[in-house]
Every structure is written in structure tokens, then in C-alpha cells.
């Protein structure tokens, strides 16, 4: 395929998206295929000779489509957000064509540039305090990792390391291994998977510890834990602090964890995944209060801020805390400026060496949205939260089962668990709308997340009726 | 931005990048900005109301273009190359419209699905052995990664969590911190440096294998690290083995440390980040003889295969190996299909939660080229190596420092490291061309990578003309 040919298809793709986008709502949000439905609908080898490019996108409605859960549908309701907007997308065709490997400043500097800077911004937004921005000529700044798991991991990584040296530093001579066995990481309850997976991949133990009637983690159980486990010999080193945890979007309370941190000399994380993108607006902000008590932070504008996947944004206090966990340098990788103390070589602030030029999709949407546009949208997805817990709360059938603060409405129906599974079963299998569940201690529980960008009133209003529906005709099977 | 506003602007972009990709020649390859260049270019803060797409594309020109490193131009001869095509674009842009994460098969099938197929299809490209590939039912499967690192690390935690699940089976109650103490993994002196980090991340011992004369890890030289390190107690458990090195392309023996690790009990994780999309064409196929011993083996295509990055193709013979190493499994991922063993959820595979759809980047790729039109580029790439490598060795002062068997020459010229340091800062500052360095045991070395999708023979000619013309330069300044 030539240039011309790609002016060609270029703007057929183009068309090809918008009327995807337009027309969303018309497809069936969660697809009815069965598992190994595609490989009987394609060859087994790739072809010898080039296919067409009508035949491909001729497979593309035949044999995608079909199996794509549609995300972007404004009858999506799962998971979280994924965001979507067509500045980003604009963005994502330019660093795909610019196509640079920013893994040092000198493989392409204005990637790594614009990068420092749109976290700046991106903070700035946010309030964080000035500590953790690189303008200050400070010690900190912030990165795009790739998503929130990595970013927990690497936290998780530089906080061994440092506490390793801070060992080591008291008892000349420990050997490595024995710190590990010693080392204690810490979330709540509710935090995501992926801070046990961090602390799993990190040979580190994991305590889980209990949250409160809120589900949010508390001073004290995070002091109870610690004492017994200093008792025992161990050595805390690590909490992760979720803000909008995945289940039910609630908030451990940093200000009361993150002195304890501090005194403790325990690296704090903020995984604020979805919950973060809100604190751009004033009336929200407080939910961060605590945050200056943080070495590290991560929120994903990929989530919730407009910003294509993938763009989780990480920011620490001490850059040098990254560097000295990964730092290795071979020649092929050096470059003349690297010890200016100026330059930033992201590749020692992630695990991969490899990375796209993801700032570029922060600087259209933040530009075309500006912050007014951002955060027009963030209150229109909690005002459409509110109206859907308000729906739930005037039908006595129903119950919410934790504070709604931002998006997420996580409700059942009054009675046993298999009720409730059975509510899920079919509404997802009407395919109307698609929700997921979650287990709140030890009630099933199903989510309602305002995902959608195009997502309004209507919406919100006649999923409900076709919820209501479903339990109407479930509860009259149940008693027939 | 609306739909009918980006069909507009989506239409500029694609003519604004295929002009940038038609004359792109004429850009300066390796940029003239010095470190801190663009925060002064741009406001401290987003904007508070949106700016204009107009603004935001002056800049694009204005204040990133400059900055840009132009890995696509064919005056780029840096680092290996990173794959750019237009059907990659155009599939690209797909992703981002449909923009599901595929986090799990429900999650969005076809992305799942897809790409299980994509990797066979792949597999079969490179003949690899059956065991490796999905579709016989069998144990093995592919999976996209990020990158080559990431799948190093994957290979590493998902080997260590086989060997303490052995060695606890072996000495009941034997804690995870002793077995960690144990534990080495190995790779050749020239392996690339994310193996160390691995290891590092993995809190487990790295043993750097001394290469041979031809810069390969060879059977000899392993065992011995072997046997010293089970006299002294410990415990080999992982070995890298690189086909074609970053620093010279160098290929270790894998059909003698193949068997070595078979017999031992060791887990063989391949990189062959770049050399590996060669082996679609049979003549050089035999570079990959060995890969039955291998337990997982990896390479880019976003390197070398024309599928932008991010896409890092990473296989296993057990994909036990890799979920038993990662899964945690809450109730918000579960989903009705999953206990199946039918379908794959590529979260247990991975680092990161979150996936974007990169099969279809294959899909178009390898439909849109066809296998021959894959093998044509790759032989096109060794073609002009070796006419560069003919050049070199026309010219007596220089000398051609490892062999050549893919796309990457490195050269020197006979004389001190200071002198080739000397030489490489001249090229670099001419910016008519970009190199990066190496080290080769003691010898500062020069690299040059056939990189671009457009460089062609004149290209080549017209860079050697330019070295030697700078070399001449150097040449007779250090004599007068």
C-alpha cells in the first residue's frame, strides 16, 4: 500500500469510524457469540499473496464486529469507562505516523518533553501539591505508564529497593533474600487485584487489610496490622491507598493512613484508577486531601478522561526512587546528554524499554476540551449516577448498597444472592445493556457505571425500565 | 469535537501523515534541540476553554516536529528498526474507534479471538513447532505483549513460580524466601539488558555468560556456570538464550543449550526481539533450530514485521505455566465462560490488566502484504546490509567488527576507541545521518541498522560516501 492509497483508505477508516460512532447505539452491546467462534470464519495460514483491502474490511463487519463488545455503546454500563474521544483518536493516527521509540530523551525528545510537561499539566489540574511536578526543578515528576498495574508494580519495586537499602544501611551484610522474606505490603480489602499480583511478582507478603462499614480502609486496622507483623519481626514497608476502589468506588481515607506512613517511614501509593480523573473539579478535590503524604500517585486518564487507552499517569516525589530500582545502561542506550542532570530517560521509570508517544493524546484532548470541557464532562457522568441511584432508591424492591460519590451505583435486589445472579443472568443475556457484578462482603452485588461519553438521561432511564422489567418477570417466576 | 468534525479533521490527518511519511527525507533526521527545549514553547497550564484545531496543528510543526527524532526517514540507521506500514495505520485507527480492552474473552471476544489466531497464524510464518500453537487443542498459545522485555519477565516469574512449586514439593515447608536465595537465571554477556533487570525484579541471582569468539553463549561456557553454581548450592532455574544480540546480531547456540536446559530442568525463554520476523524466510529459518527445547520464545513484530508498536509476540509450550504464575481472579472479571477451558483470558498471560486490540494490526498486516510480500522486505533489509558491509570492507580503514548475517553492520574504523567515539559524534552532529554505538568486548563500535521501510540502496551509498567523507576529515585533522 503507497501513500495515495492510504489517502484513500485513510479517509474511508475515517468515515468508516464516525459512522461506527454514530450509529453505536444500534449494535447489540454484548455479543452472542459462543467461545471459538472466529477461527472456523478465517484461514488457518496467513495468505501467500496480498487479499484485498475491500475483502478485509468486508471481514470486518462479517467477522469482528460480531464479537466486539462495544464499549463506547451508551448501553454499556460495565466495568468502568474506557475512555474515547476523537481528539484522542486524531492524536493516536499522528504518534502512530511519528511511530518514535521514546524510551531516552535523545530517541526522540520532544516524547519525552511533552510527556514531563502534560504531566505537569495534568497535575496542575489536579491540585497535587507542587512536589510531585517536574517544572519546580524538583526531585519529583510524573510518567504515563501503561496502566495502573504496572504503575502499583513499579511503586511496589522502588519502594523494595528503598527499603533494601535502608536495611541493608542498619545491618551491613544482610543478605538480599533475607529482606524479602521480611518485607510486609499492605491495601485494603477492596483495593484491585493487582496490588497482591504486585506484591506476588515482588516476592513481598501481602496483608489484606479489613475495611470499614464504608469499605474503606482505616487508621486503625492499617496500625493493627502493622504492630502484629512488627511484633512477629516483620518489616511493613508498602500501603497502597485506593480512592474509588473497583468494586464500589469507595475511599480508603489517606489523611488518616498517610501520617501514619509518614511516621512509619512506609512508601505510601495512591491507585486512584477511575476516582482520579474527577478531582479536576473543585468539588471533588477534597476526595485527594492526604495526597501530599504520598511518595507515588496513578490515576488513568484512559479511564475517565477522554484519553484513548492506553495513558495511566504516575507521579512520585523522588524521580530518583524509580531510577535506582531499574537503572542499567549499555552503550546502544547512552547518549551524550544523559548525565546533564537535565534530561529525563523514561526507560528507567517503567518496565518496558519500549513506549509510543502517548503525551500527544493529553495535549489534544486537554487543548480541545480545555479544563472547562473536562470537567462539563466528568459532572455530567455523576449527575447521571445520582439519577440512577435515585431511580433505584423510589423502588422498594431495590436496594443500593454503597455511597454513591462519582459514576458507579452499585444496587440489588432485597433477597438472597441467587436472586440477584439470576437479575445478572438475564440481563445480560437480553443483550439490551451489559453490567458486571461484584461481591461486597458477602452480598452479590450488580454495578451500574456510567461509561459511555455519549451516554444521557434516556439512557440511564430506559436501562432502568429494562431492569426493572427483567426483576418484575424474575420475581413473578419465583413466586409462580 | 463532533462526528462530522472529525471526519473533516480525520481526513487532514491522514493527508498531514502521509505527507509527513512522502518527505519525510527531507526532515532532519536526528533533531537540533537541546534538553528543556519545549517547556518554554507551551503555556504552563492547559487551557481553561478549549483552543482551536488549527492552533494545535501549527504546533505540531511548530514545536514537536523539532523535536522529533525521524525513525522513519531513511537516513535513520539507529538502534533496530521499529516497524511503521499504512495497513498497520489503518488497523491502528480500528483499534482506537472500537477501543475495548480485552482484559478477558467476555470482554470483547473477537479481541481475544483474534488475536489467539493471529499468533497461530504467525507461529506457522516461522514454523514453529506445533506444541507452541493453540489450535491442537493442545497446551501451548501465543500472546501479545508490549514489548520484549515484558515477556522476559513474564517468562522469568512464570519459571520461578515452576521451580519453587517443585522445590516445595521436593522439601515440604521450605519458605518462598529460601527458595528465592536459590534461584539464577542465565543469559549470555550480549543478552539484552532487561534480562538483568528481570532478574532483578524477580529477586533472583543473574549470571552473565561469557560469549564466544562470535559473541554467542555456547554450550561450554553455560555448563561450567552451572556446575559452579549447584556445587555452591544453588539453584539454575531459567536461561535466556538471544538470537541476534542488540549490540551485534550475534546468535547464541540455542541447539546446544537447548538440550542442556532439557536435561536440567531448566526453563529456555528465546529472544529474538528482532531477528525473529526473518525467520519467516526459510533460508534463514535455520537460525531458529533449537526452539523445540525452548519452554516460551519471543520476538517483535513491531520491530522488523511492519506491525506498529506496540506488538511483541511472545509463545509458550504450557500456558499453565503463565496463568498459574499470575491468577487472581475477583468477582468483577469472572464471567459465565471462563471455567470453559475453552476460552482464554489474556490478563493471566500478562503484567497489565488492560489490553487494546492489536491482532488487528496483524490481521492487516499479514493480509495486506501476504507471507511473500513479508519476506520480500525482509530480504530486501539483509540485501542492503550487505552491500553496506561490502563497502566497509572495500575501504581499508575500516574494518567490519562482527559478522553480518541480518540487517545490522557494525564497523569501525582501525584505530582507538577515541578516535571511533570521535568519528560517531561527527556523524551525529552532521545530522545528515543517525547511528547509535556498542561496545564489543574492549572496541568502541559503530552500528548501522537498516531501519527505514523506504531506505533503498542509494541511501546506503549516499551514507557511506558521508561517513567516509567525515572519517577523512578526522583522519587529517589527527595528523596535522
Redesign the interface.
Known sequence: ???????R???E??????N???SIEGRQVY?S?E?????PL?P????????T?E??MDD?EK??????????SPRFFA?FP?????????A???C??????GFS???????T??E??ML???G??LRLPPAFLA?EAGAGGGVIQ?????AT?VAL?AARSRATRQLQAAQPGL????V??KLVAYASDQA???V??AA????VKFRAIPSDGKFAMRASALTGALERDRAAGLVPFFVVATLGT??CCSFDSISEVGPICDRENLWLHIDAAYAGSAFICPEFRHLLDGVEFADSFNFNP?KWLLV???CSAMWVKRRADLTGA?K??????Q???QD?G??TDYRHWQ????R?FRS?KM??V????????LQAYIRKHVRLAQEFQSLVNQDPRFEVCAEVTLGLVCFRLKGSNTLNEHLL?RINSAREIHL????LRDK?VL?FAICSRTVESAHVQRAWEHIQGLAAALLEAGQA
Not at 1 to 7: K, Q
Not at 35 to 39: E, I, K, Q, T, V
Request: with cysteine; net charge negative; aromatic share 12%.
Open positions: 500500500m503507497n501513500a495515495s492509497e492510504f489517502r483508505r485513510g479517509k477508516m475515517v468515515d468508516y469510524i464516525a461506527y460512532i454514530e455479543p457469540v467461545p471459538g467462534y472466529l477461527r478465517i488457518s495460514c496467513a495468505p501467500q499473496e496480498p487479499d483491502y475483502d478485509i470486518v467477522i469482528i464486529m460480531p464479537g466486539v463488545t462495544h464499549w463506547h466495568y474506557t475512555a474515547s474521544s476523537y481528539p484522542a483518536m486524531l493516536d493516527m499522528l502512530g505516523a511519528i511511530g518514535c521509540i530523551w535523545a530517541a526522540s525528545p520532544a516524547c518533553e511533552l514531563t510537561v505537569d499539566w495534568l496542575k489540574m517544572e501503561g496502566s495502573a498495574s504496572e508494580l519495586l543478605p538480599e533474600a533475607a524479602l522474606e484491585h487485584c493487582s497482591e499480583r506476588l511478582i515482588g516476592g473497583t468494586s484512559h484513548n487507552f492506553d531499574f542499567l545502561d549499555p552503550v546502544y542506550l547518549h551524550s546528554h546533564s537535565l534530561i518496565l518496558p524499554l519500549g509510543r500527544l495535549w489534544f486537554f487543548r480541545m476540551y480545555g479544563v472547562t470541557g443472568d458486571v457484578p461484584c461481591r452479590f454495578r
